[in-house]
């Protein structure tokens, strides 16, 4: 006679949960149980993940987690203390050049002679390679052809950061590392940035993209882990990572004073609303997650058309949730605060 073992209740660990690849394909990177110290500094304690082929992977964190330190092992430019890196399954630390044609990298803050022109620096790091892409095409897909006779010092911040990105994809790579790509780019700069990636992994390529910024994470990665300290503290999708900090969903409602009794009234009846409260002239409603087309549709019956905003958690509230701490958009850290919820989205009447 067989017994049934119990399934285990407990969650997880989220260094288990970002060594699991979707659909169990074998992974394009891997990374288990890394540690890099620097002397006294342990940069990175222990960092396990696993990357699907094709995915936007993200490594988030605040400044000095080890997120640099990380994808340095990777790429084999630094030698790590601990743990095994793969890339396409070849070992970059034991073999650097096993992985030259395989990968590319985008490191921060990237210096490139002075003089030369974007379709010169384009051309010197295409010799590099057996198998290069045609720099032509690169060119206009990061929107660099009107800018190719330029210097490289006339070029602007988003121009300078696209033509890293092109450098890094010179070599015709099958997995890309980008690593903080949109510091210092204005907002505009930073979501044509996010297009140009997407455009990227429609061409097939993995891509690792090492970022502070957690709208950049939650807008890009189909899967990201957030490390904090040199170890994994959260891993999974950015909304199942959300939906793990709160299931809730809380709205504010702004109407008209003499609508307020019906809408209270609606309110009262719905069994999606958990709580209803006043915040200043709006009334809050938290529920479930069904709780906004519920309450939106009951009160189109009533002939109320209510402006409506959505409180959404973010990648931010997850940060807080596991660590304790706050995190500001520059990556610095601090105590928790206590109200954890952002506010992000108006809908008009
Ligand atoms: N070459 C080095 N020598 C000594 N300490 C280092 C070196 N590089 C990084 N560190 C330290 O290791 C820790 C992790 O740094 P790392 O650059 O990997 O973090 P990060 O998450 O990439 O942060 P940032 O985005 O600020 O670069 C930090 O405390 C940093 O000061």
């Given at each position: 006679m067989t017994t049934a073992h119990p399934v285990p209740s407990v969650p997880p660990s989220p260094s288990l949960a970002a060594r699991?690849?979707?659909?169990?394909?074998?992974p394009a990177i891997e990374v288990v149980a890394l540690r890099k110290a620097y002397g006294s500094t342990v940069a990175v304690r222990d960092v396990s993940f696993a990357v699907g082929p094709g995915e936007i992977f993200g490594v988030l964190g605040p400044n000095g987690a080890g997120k640099t330190t990380t994808v340095?092992?990777?790429?084999?430019?630094?030698?790590?203390?601990?743990?095994?890196?793969?890339?396409?399954?070849?070992?970059?630390?034991?073999?650097?050049?096993?992985?030259?044609?395989?990968l590319g990298v985008q490191l921060q803050e990237a210096e490139l002679n002075e003089r030369m022109t974007v379709a010169e620096a384009l051309r010197l790091y295409a010799s590099f390679y057996e198998d290069p892409a045609d720099t032509a095409e690169l060119m206009d897909l990061l929107d660099l052809a009107?800018?190719?006779?330029?210097?490289?010092?006339?070029?602007?911040?988003?121009?300078?950061?696209?033509?890293?990105?092109?450098l890094a994809l010179v070599g015709n790579p099958q997995v890309a590392i980008l690593d903080e790509l949109t510091t210092g780019l204005d907002p505009q700069a930073r979501r044509a940035t996010w297009e140009l990636v997407e455009r990227v992994r429609e061409r097939g390529v993995t891509i690792l993209l090492v970022t502070h910024f957690m709208d950049e994470a939650e807008r890009l990665c189909d899967r990201l882990v957030i490390i904090d300290q040199g170890v994994v503290v959260a891993a999974g999708s950015p909304a199942e990572l959300i939906e793990s900090v709160d299931s809730s969903r809380v709205l504010r409602l702004r109407v008209e004073p003499h609508e307020e009794p019906v809408v209270l009234e609606v309110l009262g009846g719905l069994a999606d609303v958990g709580a209803v409260a006043r915040a200043g002239r709006e009334i809050e409603?938290?529920?479930?997650?069904?709780?906004?087309?519920?309450?939106?549709l009951a009160l189109a019956e009533r002939d109320v058309v209510p402006d409506v905003r959505t409180m959404t958690?973010?990648?931010?509230?997850?940060?807080?949730?596991?660590?304790?701490?706050?995190?500001?958009?520059?990556?610095?850290?601090?105590p928790a605060a206590t109200d954890d919820r952002s506010d992000t989205e108006g809908a008009a009447r």
């Open positions: 699991t690849v979707p659909d169990g394909a074998a340095e092992c990777l790429a084999g430019l630094r030698q790590a203390d601990a743990g095994t890196v793969r890339i396409l399954g070849l070992d970059p630390q034991s073999d650097p050049a096993s992985v030259r044609e395989l009107p800018h190719r006779d330029q210097q490289f010092a006339k070029l602007s911040g988003g121009q300078k950061q696209r033509l890293s990105i092109a409603v938290t529920g479930t997650r069904r709780v906004l087309p519920a309450v939106v958690r973010s990648l931010e509230d997850v940060f807080v949730h596991v660590t304790g701490r706050t995190y500001d958009h520059t990556g610095a850290t601090g």
